[in-house]
C-alpha cells in the first residue's frame, strides 16, 4: 500500500505524463490541473520549462519486454524518470508480429483503467506515423542545433519511425549558404536518391521549410552539402523493412566487391569449361 502523501505526488507526476505517440497517437491528453490528480492547483509544483518535452523511443515485443532499441529489450523495461509538466513524446516500435500499447498503470491493476494515460495499440497493420516536424538551426562554424544556444558541429540525433513524413524548418545562424541532406553512402557529397533539401540562408535569412519521406531504416548521416563535415549529425529511421538503397546510393566498397565478385566468377566458368573439355580430349 502506497502512503497517502507518496500517492499524491506519484499523481501529480504521472497525471501531465502525456504521451503523444508519433506512428500511434496517445489519448487525448490530461492537462496538469487539480482535477486530474485530486490535488489542488497551488500545492502542484509548476511545470518545468525549458527543458519539455521529452522524447523516448520505445521497442516493444511480448516476449522479452521493453528497451530503448532492438537490441536492449528486457521483460523489465528501461527507467523512465522525467520531471512534473513534462510533455512525453514516445516513438513506440513493435520488435515482434504482435500488436502492442504502452500505458501508465497507477492503480497496478494491469489493465487501462479511466484516468490512466493510454496509446492505442501500434505495430498493428494501417498504423500511419504521425507527422514530425523539426526546426533546425545551422552554422558552418558551429554546426547544428534544435536552437540558436546548442550548435554543435555533431547536430542533435533526430529519431522518426519508418514512413514518417518529416518537415524541417531550416535556419542559417551565419551568412553562408546551407542544405540539409542524408549521407546515406557516407562520401560527404549528395548523390542521387538521397533526400536533400534546397539549399537555405541564400541568401542570408532565407528560411526553408522543407518535407521528405523516411523510407530507409537505418542510422544515418545527415550533413549540409556546403560544409558536409562540420555541419553534420545522426538521423535514426526505425520500424520499417531495411529497404534497399538506391542504385546510385551504393557504397563504392560494394560496387568493387560486386566487380570482383563477377571477375573471379568469370575465371571460373571459363578455367571450368577448359577443365571439361580438356578431360574430354584426354579420353
Ligand atoms: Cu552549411
Redesign the pocket.
Known amino acids: 500500500m502506497i502512503g497517502n502523501g507518496a500517492r499524491v505526488a506519484v499523481l501529480a507526476v504521472v497525471a501531465v505524463l502525456l504521451g503523444t505517440l508519433v506512428g500511434v497517437g496517445l489519448a487525448p491528453a490530461i492537462s496538469p490541473t487539480a482535477a486530474s490528480s485530486g490535488v489542488a492547483a497551488a500545492d502542484l509544483p509548476p511545470p518545468r520549462t525549458g527543458i519539455s518535452p521529452v522524447n523516448f523511443t520505445l521497442h516493444g515485443d511480448a516476449v522479452r519486454g521493453w528497451g530503448f532499441s532492438n537490441a536492449t529489450i528486457n521483460k523489465s523495461g528501461p527507467n523512465i524518470t522525467v520531471y512534473y509538466g513534462d510533455t512525453i513524446n514516445l516513438t513506440l516500435v513493435g520488435a515482434d508480429s504482435a500488436p502492442h500499447s504502452w500505458f501508465i498503470d497507477y492503480n497496478n491493476d494491469l489493465t487501462v483503467s479511466v484516468g490512466e494515460p493510454a496509446s492505442r495499440d501500434f505495430n498493428v497493420p494501417g498504423n500511419v506515423p504521425r507527422p514530425v516536424n523539426f526546426t533546425l538551426y545551422?552554422d558552418?562554424a558551429l554546426g547544428w542545433g534544435f536552437s540558436n544556444a546548442t550548435l554543435h558541429p555533431s547536430g542533435p540525433p533526430l529519431v522518426v519511425l519508418w514512413g514518417t513524413n518529416v518537415t524541417l524548418t531550416l535556419i542559417g545562424h551565419d551568412s553562408?549558404?546551407?542544405?540539409w541532406f542524408i549521407d546515406y553512402n557516407n562520401d560527404l557529397s549528395m548523390s542521387p536518391g538521397e533526400n536533400a533539401s534546397p539549399d537555405f540562408n541564400s541568401p542570408p535569412g532565407t528560411i526553408v521549410v522543407w518535407s521528405f519521406i523516411a523510407q530507409q531504416t537505418g542510422n544515418w548521416p545527415y550533413r549540409?552539402h556546403?560544409?558536409p563535415t562540420s555541419?553534420t549529425g545522426i538521423i535514426s529511421i526505425v520500424g520499417g523493412p531495411p529497404a534497399a538503397l538506391p542504385r546510385a546510393a551504393l557504397p563504392l566498397i560494394t560496387e568493387i566487391m560486386a566487380g570482383a565478385l563477377i571477375l573471379v566468377l568469370g575465371f571460373a566458368v571459363i578455367y571450368h569449361v577448359r577443365a571439361v573439355r580438356a578431360a574430354k580430349r584426354t579420353r
Do not use: E, F, T
Open positions: 545551422g558552418a553562408a549558404p546551407h542544405n549540409c556546403v560544409h555541419m
